[in-house]
């Protein structure tokens, strides 16, 4: 039972505009979230993350809003930018440290 | 600045080989994790440890076996290979501040 759900599958974007992903999750327990990105034959990126006692963080292009009575975080990249084609997981983590939950990842395409 | 190293990249067993993902990182890190890489499944965690000696089993960890005899590597050994273990897997290894290092990773496929 996936406790961290990524609903979309994929994402096409002009670059320039804004990319939104999504991410859901079922456990109330988890206090950490972070965003990894991932390219064809590398390993994950660490991306964002964010703590359950903010609501927002930001860094550069990237920011990552947290609503924890929804059970949902979403991550936005603005402007997009061709480099930024990858897929994105979302991740979390509860205070059992070392059991870091993935979502399925969402796959984006910048385009031209 | 080699990061976490994972070998072989490729592999193709026959059903029922053995064989041994090797991991290693050069950053001190005391969480060692192994995770596979399914379409539609995201990332799975196997097994993981959080130092030399402890290990602990994840989401998936049937037919896999791990040990931590030192703080740099965490190999992960597939005791009798099934069509079922084609993935890709992942190492990663962490400080304890919640940001996971991953390997290039290593594709597997099991005939």
């Known amino acids: 039972d996936q406790q961290v759900k990524q609903n979309s599958p994929s994402l096409s974007v002009q670059e320039g505009r804004i990319s939104i992903l999504n991410c859901d999750y079922t456990n109330s327990m988890f206090d950490y979230f972070l965003w990894y990105k991932k390219y064809p034959a590398e390993g994950p990126t660490f991306l964002i993350s964010?703590?359950?006692?903010?609501d927002k963080n930001e860094d550069g292009r990237f920011t990552v809003f947290l609503n924890k009575s929804a059970k949902h975080l979403s991550l936005h990249i603005v402007p997009s930018q061709p480099g930024d084609s990858a897929v994105y997981f979302c991740a979390a983590i509860d205070d059992s440290w070392g059991k870091f939950q993935f979502g399925a990842g969402t796959q984006v395409v910048v385009t031209p | 600045n080699a990061g976490v190293t994972q070998t072989p990249k490729f592999q193709v067993l026959k059903t029922g080989q053995s064989m041994t993902l090797q991991c290693a990182q050069d950053?001190?890190?005391?969480?060692m994790s192994w995770y596979r890489q399914d379409p539609g499944m995201g990332l799975r965690l196997i097994h993981y440890?959080?130092?030399?000696?402890?290990?602990d089993q994840g989401e998936v960890p049937n037919g896999y076996n791990v040990s931590r005899s030192t703080t740099e590597d965490f190999p992960l050994r597939l005791l009798s290979a099934a069509p079922s273990q084609t993935s890709v897997y992942f190492c990663?290894?962490?400080?304890?501040?919640?940001?996971?290092?991953f390997g290039s990773g290593t594709q597997l496929s099991v005939l």
């Open positions: 990663a290894s962490s400080r304890g501040d919640e940001k996971l290092f």
């Open positions: 964010i703590s359950s006692i903010k």
């Open positions: 440890s959080v130092g030399a000696g402890i290990t």
């Open positions: 950053m001190n890190h005391e969480y």
